[in-house]
């Protein structure tokens, strides 16, 4: 396992509200010239999410994030060979053709994403933002009066989390486990103003993760940590209403 001491002391603290001392870019090159491959490539399955909604973007024809492991040509040109593509994406695009289809299917990628199993800070990380979203997506069903069942839809019903929403389609409220009624209090005390809710979204994202980390631990796992907690702090910087909005709804990838 290596050990990235030097590289992880060098980094500046990460503080949301604070405009960081190092972009997402910069970051990215530092760790591109310092990490062994093998901890590259789990740099790249902690940015598949962006690769996704990057996706959704180009078909809807909306800006990309540049945060993924690709660019626009790249994406499209990965979309026509689907030579690199995940087997479930590849299966996706064979199994829906239209634009049309894909945008309104397009929340069984995530759940196929967040099946991927990983050890370590990836692993909680991808098991923490499945759930997140499965929350989030709960208490969204019942605020706005949709269909907990079609939008889990793609999800194993025999999933303890799933299981445990779908339980409660027809109450008249949804009460998440312990570990999110936290998140549960977050949403309620903001989502009249989208701008508001999502603020105290990345704040809690970013505490949560905070708490995955191994203080002394010196691995890759502070580097994912690191990148992860930093895109938070970037997308923070860049809110405004709009994106306040449009963000909280893509955070409900399962709807």
Known sequence: ????????????????GIKPEISFKEAKELFDL??????????????????LSNIRALWMGLPIDDRGNFDEKEIEEALLVQGEVPEYLAEFLERYESIADRLRYFSSLYASLYRREFKGFLGKYYRFQREFRLVLTALRSKQFKRDISRELQFEDPRDPIV???LAQKDAPDYSPAPEYEDLKTV?????????????????????????????QDFAIDRVLSYIARLILVESWEELDQE?????????????
Request: hydrophobic share 40%; aromatic share 10%.
């Open 1 to 16: 396992m290596a050990n990235y001491y030097f590289l992880i002391t060098a980094l500046p603290p990460l503080k949301l």
């Open 187 to 215: 949403f309620m005390e903001t989502v009249s103003d989208p701008q508001k809710l999502h603020f105290a979204l990345l704040e809690y994202q970013f505490d949560r993760i905070e708490e995955m980390e191994e203080p």
């Open 243 to 255: 994106k306040g909005h449009t963000a909280v709804e893509h955070l409900s990838h399962y709807g």
């Open 163 to 165: 299981a445990e929403i």
């Open 34 to 51: 310092n990490l062994a491959e093998r901890d590259k490539k789990l740099v790249q399955h902690l940015l598949r999410p962006i690769d």
